[in-house]
């Protein structure tokens, strides 16, 4: 009998969570509340969210080891940053390498790795993904979800043998894994706030695009309370992400004083972004909060599991979010296969049960270790980046390193 493996999600987690398991030969349905990203409809407020993020050998390597080809094809849309570049506030240049052998981090298009990972999963014949459908509860002991379809307005209830959580930051699965698990649970919320700028391409006297700064670099302006960051784009633009208190934001309520403040400390960059631009994103864009969340355990019994943000939401400071996530679903395939659950292979059902939930158990025994070290270093970093970078003991430290 084969086995029916539910993913609330289809957000780059669940969809490789989605495609790791139907090649085990799970049938899988995917939810998701929102629609199919792929439409031009929906495109327009995806982009409201961070437009590129850092993919590191972390993810890479989940991505190769359960979809070899599809890690190749997103290999070749990503620009490589071999190093940080600090723009101190009299515009001079610091180039940091991140590796004496010159590997590196890489940036890559969101929407097109999300896209493309869609792709492969609707690729896949045992995958079933259901746009605007979202989970509203779930009853774990009778293994029956409940989903509210957005288009006919209606609730559904849908069986499963297992559940995979990928729904993010404000996981619902979560929530009602907390109703029958004794879930240890923390939910910060950092004083700071993110808003998304654009640099965009310039032109050589062809008239074609160019970057306007080095794009083999992460550019960063520490300016010790706040700080500003530039990632790579294919089409020759970068996207910024200025970070900052809160109470630093508020003090920015009028056109002139969003100007004044920007220019005085992120004059270099503000030549790129320019007045409209700035203004812009500043009305536009939304001003979002960065949340850090902890749980443990992930799983209940032989029937559910969360991944991704919805296990550990982190601040983005390390680059290491997603590819966490992307390392969960790598880590809970290989215990699947070490335990040998088999869901199509006439597995005596009680032996499959309990292997199964042998497996989630010892992901949750062994993941989570790894999962609140990088989740501390993501909060640290926030000061490496903003602060630490320009100190004179971080400076000597490197000199030494580099001896
Ligand atoms: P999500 O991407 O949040 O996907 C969850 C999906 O679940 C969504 O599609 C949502 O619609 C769906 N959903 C939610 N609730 C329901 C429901 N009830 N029913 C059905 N569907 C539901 N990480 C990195 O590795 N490198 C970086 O450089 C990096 N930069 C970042 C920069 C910023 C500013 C931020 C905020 C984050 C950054 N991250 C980075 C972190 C990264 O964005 C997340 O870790 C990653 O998106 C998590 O993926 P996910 O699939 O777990 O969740």
């Avoid at 960059?269 to 909060?289: C, K, V, Y």
Wanted: with cysteine; glycine share 6%.
């Amino acid at each position: 009998m084969t086995r029916k493996l539910v993913v609330v999600g289809a957000g780059p987690v669940g969809c490789l969570a989605a495609i790791a398991l139907a090649k085990m030969g799970w049938s899988v349905e995917i939810y998701e509340a929102r629609p199919d990203m792929r439409l031009p409809s929906s495109r327009e407020a995806a982009q409201q969210r961070s437009i590129n993020l850092a993919i590191s050998s972390r993810g890479i390597a989940a991505m190769q080891a359960i979809d070899p080809a599809a890690a190749s094809r997103f290999l070749d849309s990503v620009i490589p940053m071999r190093g940080r570049l600090i723009h101190d506030s009299n515009g001079n240049l610091d180039s940091q390498l991140y590796d004496r052998d010159g590997q590196s981090i890489n940036s890559i298009d969101r929407a097109l790795l999300n896209q493309g990972l869609l792709n492969e999963v609707l690729s896949v014949d045992s995958i079933r993904v259901l746009f605007r459908h979202k989970i509203v509860s779930i009853n774990f002991d009778g293994r029956m979800i409940r989903v509210f379809d957005v288009g006919k307005g209606e609730e559904l209830e849908k069986s499963f043998d297992l559940c995979i959580g990928a729904d993010g930051s404000y996981s619902v699965v979560r929530r009602q894994l907390m109703r029958v698990v004794r879930m240890d649970f923390q939910q910060v919320y950092i004083p700071h706030e993110y808003i998304e700028l654009k640099i965009p391409a310039g032109t050589d006297n062809r008239n074609d695009p160019v970057f306007l700064l080095d794009p083999n670099h992460l550019h960063i302006w520490p300016r010790h309370s706040f700080m500003l960051i530039a990632l790579p784009n294919k089409d020759k633009s970068f996207t910024c992400t200025l970070f900052a208190p809160t109470t630093e934001f508020e003090k920015l309520s009028h056109d002139d004083q969003i100007l004044a403040w920007f220019k005085k400390h992120f004059s270099d960059a503000f030549e790129f972004i320019g007045t409209e631009g700035l203004l812009n994103s500043f009305h536009q864009n939304p001003r979002s909060p960065l949340v850090s969340i902890k749980a443990k355990p992930y799983h209940y019994k032989d029937r559910a599991i969360i991944l991704g943000d919805a296990a550990h939401s982190m601040v983005p400071f390390y680059g290491q979010g997603l590819n966490c996530g992307l390392e969960d679903v790598r880590v809970l395939t290989a215990l699947l296969h070490e335990e040998g659950v088999h869901p199509t292979a006439g597995q005596d059902p009680d032996d499959f049960d309990l292997r199964l939930a042998r497996a989630l158990s010892r992901y949750s025994e062994s993941r989570h270790e790894d999962l609140i070290a990088i989740n501390d270093l993501a909060m640290d970093n926030y000061v490496e980046m903003r602060h630490s970078v320009t100190t004179p003991a971080h400076k000597l430290r490197r000199m030494v390193d580099n001896l």
